[in-house]
């Protein structure tokens, strides 16, 4: 199926830095979703976006659904040692099949 | 939002066996999905699980390897049939939309080794 493009692959930065992740399609979308994954856990949605422009924030985290709708992007500012995860975004279509497209996520480690 | 849960958590199965996971949801939901996650991969969605009727399955996976049943609006269950050291993966369900929105939200996941 269509895949998104997400980047980086893999991110190792200290403990205080802010973070930046991003993602891009070929394919306008209508929802834009970033989720969180913790090592024997499943994804955990951390932003929702409806709107193209809009810029969203939860608690330090930041994300905007691009003017184009074919990306997005997510930051983490100030970040700390359990924001240690794999993050995905994924891409809803209009439609209403609810099905999104999932970026193929970037490992965040962060070092004390 | 909407919570998931998913049995078993985890499960060491022999090779020709069958393993059925179950997905319980704490709120009705219009539509459950599966998906599998290979190690450090991104999810690929095997189906599309249907209140009263058969699933929806996608390019690659079919009925008679990952029957599914979706008996109610809060209920699923998937099998992973005559198991093969290729279907060790995790197997996540998810579910949505729901009446507190409309994206979708994730089980825990089933970590499943096939020896």
């Known amino acids: 199926g269509q895949q998104l493009n997400q980047s980086p692959q893999s991110m190792f930065i200290q403990e205080g830095e802010d973070v930046s992740m991003n993602c891009t399609s070929s394919s306008i979308f209508n929802t834009w979703l970033w989720y969180k994954q913790e090592p024997g856990e499943g994804p955990v949605l951390l932003i929702a976006l409806y709107k193209a422009g809009e810029l969203t924030s939860n608690g330090r985290l930041t994300a905007q659904f691009g003017i184009t709708r074919k990306d997005s992007f997510l930051n983490i500012s100030a970040s700390i040692p359990s924001d240690v995860g794999i993050y995905f975004c994924?891409?809803?279509?209009?439609?209403?099949?609810?099905?999104?497209?999932f970026g193929r996520g970037t490992s965040l480690i962060v070092h004390p | 939002s909407a919570v998931i849960s998913q049995k078993p958590s985890r499960d060491i199965c022999q090779r020709g066996t069958s393993l059925t996971i179950q997905c319980q949801v704490d709120s009705q939901v219009t539509m459950m999905f599966w998906y599998r996650q290979q190690p450090g991969q991104s999810l690929t969605l095997i189906a599309t699980a249907n209140q009263g009727s058969e699933a929806t399955y996608e390019s690659g996976f079919v009925i008679d390897k990952f029957p599914i049943s979706r008996p109610n609006l809060t209920f699923s269950t998937l099998t992973v049939s005559n198991m093969s050291p290729e279907d060790s993966s995790i197997y996540l369900c998810s579910a949505g939309p729901s009446a507190s929105g409309d994206t979708q939200y994730f089980g825990p996941g089933t970590r499943l080794t096939v020896l």
């Open positions: 994924a891409g809803q279509l209009a439609g209403g099949s609810y099905i999104p497209t």
